[in-house]
């Protein structure tokens, strides 16, 4: 069996905070493959954007990473340690090399006095030895390929003289045209209107295929994964929850958190039907509960309740693909 492109195993990240230890990823595994995108979703505050940060060793300087973590990039028949790659020319493998990441604010992503063409080039003299004609001809190729008209000009530009879709479109554009193995896209879509949304999803889809790179799409909106996904992660409170095909956890959620993030969907064959969101409130990092990580805005613990308060649920494995963190799955599989 051919390695993962990227393995991440027992993941535990806490930031040293005036408050005490924040637990902000606790024991998280996933890994993906060469071609595949893997969506992680979960609620605002889980823990998605510090994981994917970890992949390339962003997070701030208050982070600490436990001992077990590890991350494993497999490239060209090599293994690379990400969490012990320390030094500025060592991490260049990852930062703007094997892996790009998108953000939900493009603005973020440009500086602010460089033209979109000048930092799209600088990108890419730093990742590779093209000369600066061949950068700049790349450039706009790539801007023309996510759709950007009149390129050659736009090159010129700055990110303000941009629209919001365009800016968009413009990072897809500067993030994969150093060509990474892994695009991490972190809530790409979120701010853009419905339509835009999905033509940059579309686009994105199209950009993989091609240049068979593998994406790890970060979302709260379990529809947006529906569309973009081959797998997916489920994420609450720094913990994966559930892990299966998009099939498996849309169609038989087995988690009772994914069945309440379902639930908070609009159902499109009944508009009208009023939005259940998930009860009770996301308690707070410093304060993580005991036993099953849920069990405090649990709706389905009934006669366990003792037992999910108390016991850690382990993953249980329906099929090789489908894993599930909850004692009701365990139950069900003893049966
Ligand atoms: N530098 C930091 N210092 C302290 N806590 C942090 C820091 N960065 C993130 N966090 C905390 O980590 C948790 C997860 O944050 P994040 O990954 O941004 O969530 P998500 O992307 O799922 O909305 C949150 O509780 C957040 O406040
Ligand atoms: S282990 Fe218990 S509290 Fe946790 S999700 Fe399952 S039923 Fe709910
Ligand atoms: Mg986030």
Do not use: W
Not at 20 to 27: D, E, F, I
Not at 86 to 114: C, L, T
Not at 234 to 251: A, C, D, F
């Amino acid at each position: 069996m051919t390695a993962p492109l990227i393995s991440v195993k027992d993941l535990t990240l806490r930031f040293k905070t005036d408050e005490g230890l924040v637990t902000a990823v606790n024991t998280v595994s996933f890994d993906i493959a060469s071609g595949e995108v893997l969506g992680l979703v979960g609620e605002s505050g889980s823990g998605k954007s510090v994981t994917a940060k970890s992949l390339m060793m962003l997070n701030a300087d208050n982070s600490v990473y436990d001992e077990g973590s590890k991350i494993i990039l497999n490239i060209d028949d090599r293994e690379h340690d990400v969490l012990s790659l320390k030094r500025p020319a060592e991490q260049m493998i990852i930062r703007g090399g094997a892996i790009s990441m998108i953000f939900q604010e493009p603005m973020a992503s440009f500086a602010p006095a460089i033209t979109i063409g000048d930092q799209m080039v600088e990108q890419l003299m730093i990742h590779s030895t093209m000369t600066r004609a061949e950068a700049r001809e790349i450039s706009i190729e790539m801007l023309t390929r996510v759709g950007i008209p009149e390129p050659a000009q736009r090159f010129g530009q700055y990110a303000f003289e941009f629209s919001g879709g365009m800016r968009q479109r413009a990072m897809v554009a500067m993030a994969l045209s150093t060509k990474p193995r892994l695009l991490i896209a972190d809530e790409p879509t979120t701010a853009l209107d419905v339509t835009i949304q999905a033509q940059v999803i579309e686009l994105m889809k199209d950009l993989v295929k091609e240049f068979h790179m593998s994406i790890l799409f970060i979302t709260h909106d379990l529809g947006v994964i529906a569309q973009t996904a081959d797998r997916v992660a489920v994420m609450y409170l720094g913990n994966i929850v559930e892990t299966g095909t998009v099939r498996q956890v849309i169609n038989s959620p087995a988690h009772p958190y994914t069945r309440g993030l379902l639930n908070s969907l609009p159902k499109l064959d009944d508009l009208d039907s009023p939005l259940t969101p998930v009860p009770g409130d996301i308690p707070s990092p410093l304060d993580r509960p005991s036993g099953c990580i849920f069990h405090t805005r649990c709706v389905e613990s009934g006669d366990i309740a003792e037992k999910c308060r108390t016991e850690i649920p382990v993953d249980s494995i329906d099929n090789a693909s489908h894993q599930v963190a909850c004692h009701l799955a365990r139950q069900g599989d003893q049966a």
